[in-house]
């Protein structure tokens, strides 16, 4: 099982920069995410963390440093965080940071995602 | 002096060409509509719409709206981003590429009003539709904030429908803007109508 | 009121693209590449909309009277550009804002253009080509490879403007084959 390292790209679509580690568990989204097949980009993370989960079994800390995403995009960031909710539910040691920009309206959006996933979410507020 | 006489010369010659517009169809109102445009409008553009569009015409706005705090300039950013690929994505009014890519047409237009900006987005659509549009809209405009973040969360969970992807723009545009979504749909034929959403942003975000 | 805005653009018959801004090379060059690609299914007839393009957008950039600064910082020139759509032909306008004493040269070529056949057309725009830069007369081979391009005259108007500046407009047909 391999990294995966994908460079942020911000040209007419914006892509993440993304870091996920086999061997530390620890896993990073940055930047900005709008791009031209949202489901297949994120189906290939999501891929990812089923393997490691079923073949690493080893704690996952998730740190999420959005600052724009489509709304495209935060349906498949809801995909991530039900299987992360999932793993926890099977056992799985989990961590999950967001870091927002500091608005209420930030805010809004990372407690909703709470409410709609029902997993405890760290809420990191950053200045803008 | 010899400018005068030029000027008068070319003030009858204006008349002259004003008058004989080729098909009748000519120079119409461009003034009008630019002045229109100028009025209140920083930035305007209707045809295809793809990423390269978006990109420019995003960069634009960011460019024009320059009296608004950083706050306001990501609201629009994002409100941006929403509305123009509606239209890019649901226009009944489009054209391909050379590479046979459809692409959606419609308008994108930002303007200035007092104290705040408007963001408005147009495009053709048809009727049938445009009715679960219009009735989400409604549904959107008669929700107070928390009932609005709660219909987001119940939109976000109902499967993958690219339509349904629209829909939760909507909400998140309405979220974004603190403000109703000013809707209007005009007929254009039997089966097709001009769609419009204009969105204000206050150009002072706390 | 803003709703207005967008009715406005779509009561404006057969609109294809309109763009009102500033025209920077950023701007200029995605208009163009939209103008290209997508205008018609007659790669001829786009890529001669795409050289007129070419050449009254620029105009727009240097000469407008009204100006902004672009993302680099640069002066660039705002007004507005539409392509309409008809039957048998494309209209592409251009306008902005300048002065009587700017655009009195310009009209003034127009009409020159206009009274001369293709092959004078062709004579002129040579001689134009080899006047050294700068000198009185030359420059503007633009508006002669417009009127080339399109095989059509131009067509000019000018509105005075309630602010004492005025609005200057250049159409030019492109026909369908």
């Not at chain 1, 999501?46 to 495209?72: C, H, Q, R």
């Not at chain 3, 206009?114 to 002129?124: H, V």
């Amino acid at each position: 099982m391999e990294d995966i390292h994908i460079e942020g790209v911000h040209e007419a679509f914006f892509t993440p920069t993304v870091n996920f580690e086999v061997a530390t568990g620890h896993c990073e989204i940055s930047g900005e995410s709008y791009l031209e097949e949202t489901s297949k980009f994120y189906a290939r993370l999501i891929e990812w963390m089923k393997k490691y989960i079923a073949e690493v079994k080893g704690p996952l800390t998730f740190d999420f440093k959005l600052s724009y995403f489509n709304t495209s995009s935060s349906k498949c960031l809801v995909d991530i965080l039900d299987v992360l909710k999932k793993y926890q539910n099977d056992g799985g040691k989990i961590e999950v940071n967001w870091y927002y920009d500091d608005t209420e309206e930030e805010l809004e959006e990372v407690e909703d995602f709470i409410l709609e996933t029902g997993l405890d979410i760290n809420k990191i507020p950053i200045e803008i | 002096m010899h400018k005068n006489k030029k000027c008068t010369k070319f003030a009858k010659n204006i008349k002259r060409i004003g008058m004989e517009k080729l098909d009748g169809k000519y120079d119409f109102s461009l003034y009008e509509y630019h002045n229109l445009l100028q009025q209140n409008i920083l930035v305007s553009y209707k045809g295809p719409i793809d990423e390269r569009i978006m990109n420019v015409i995003g960069d634009n706005i960011e460019l024009v709206t320059n009296d608004g705090n950083d706050k306001a300039k990501s609201k629009i950013f994002k409100i941006f981003m929403e509305l123009a690929q509606n239209v890019w994505l649901y226009s009944a009014e489009s054209c391909k590429t050379a590479s046979g890519r459809k692409l959606g047409m419609g308008t994108l237009v930002i303007g200035e009003f007092g104290d705040s900006y408007t963001f408005v987005t147009g495009n053709v659509v048809r009727n049938s539709d445009i009715e679960p549009v219009i009735e989400k809209c409604e549904i959107i405009n008669s929700l107070d904030r928390d009932s609005l973040r709660e219909y987001r969360r119940e939109q976000r969970r109902l499967g993958g429908d690219k339509k349904n992807s629209g829909n939760i723009g909507l909400i998140q545009v309405a979220l974004t803007a603190e403000s109703p979504l000013d809707i209007e749909l005009t007929p254009v034929s039997d089966d097709e109508s001009f769609f419009s959403v204009a969105v204000k942003i206050k150009k002072t975000v706390n | 009121m803003e709703s207005a805005v967008t009715e406005k653009h779509r009561m404006v018959d057969n609109i294809a693209i309109s763009y009102t801004g500033i025209f920077d090379t950023e701007i200029l060059s995605v208009l163009a590449k939209e103008i290209e690609g997508t205008l018609s299914p007659d790669d001829k007839v786009n890529k001669k909309v795409f050289k007129i393009f070419i050449e009254l957008a620029q105009n727009i950039a240097f000469y407008s009277l009204e100006r902004e600064a672009n993302a680099e910082g640069n002066d660039t020139g705002v007004g507005t550009m539409i392509i309409r759509n008809f039957d048998d032909h494309y209209v592409f306008s251009t306008g902005n804002k300048t002065t009587m004493e700017n655009i009195i040269p310009v009209m003034e070529k127009c009409d020159n253009i206009n009274s001369m056949s293709r092959e004078k057309l062709r004579e002129y725009r040579r001689l134009q080509r080899n006047m050294p830069a700068g000198e009185k007369g030359g420059g503007n081979i633009g508006l002669i490879q417009v009127a080339l391009t399109a095989s059509n005259p131009l067509e000019y108007s000018l509105i005075k403007c309630p602010d004492g500046t005025y609005f200057y407009i250049v159409s030019v047909r492109i026909d369908k084959e």
